[in-house]
């Protein structure tokens, strides 16, 4: 028996129709002990993955609201920053106060900056 090469595999694989295919991984299945669909539940997590929810986010200052005292004290105190360094992120609201901050703590600091009358994004 003459040996295939790869590129004699690829042109078979080619002019096959669905049942050829079929029928041959039916039969590497059975001679390798071997199964294709292992292959697409792997090929499949990655996607799923992507869908799920982001483990880091971005946490923006939308909008500032009635008290923009609060928002600034709230700021100072999510970021350290000196109240001028402060009032100047407020005032170029929409800002990005903290980035790739994990999720449960954007949370909490949402509710920190909406307690004070601001309106959180995250991005």
Known sequence: MAKLT????????DEATIL??????KAIEEKYGVSAAAPVAAAAAPTEAATAAPTTVNV???????????????????????????????DGAPATIKENVAADEAEELKKKLTDAGATVEFK
């Open 6 to 13: 790869q590129e004699d595999i690829l042109a078979y694989l």
């Open 20 to 25: 050829e295919l079929n029928e041959l991984v």
């Open 60 to 90: 923006v200052l939308a909008a500032v609201g009635d008290s923009k005292v609060g928002v600034i004290k709230a700021v100072r105190e999510i970021t350290g920053l000196g109240l001028v360094d402060a009032k100047k992120l407020v």
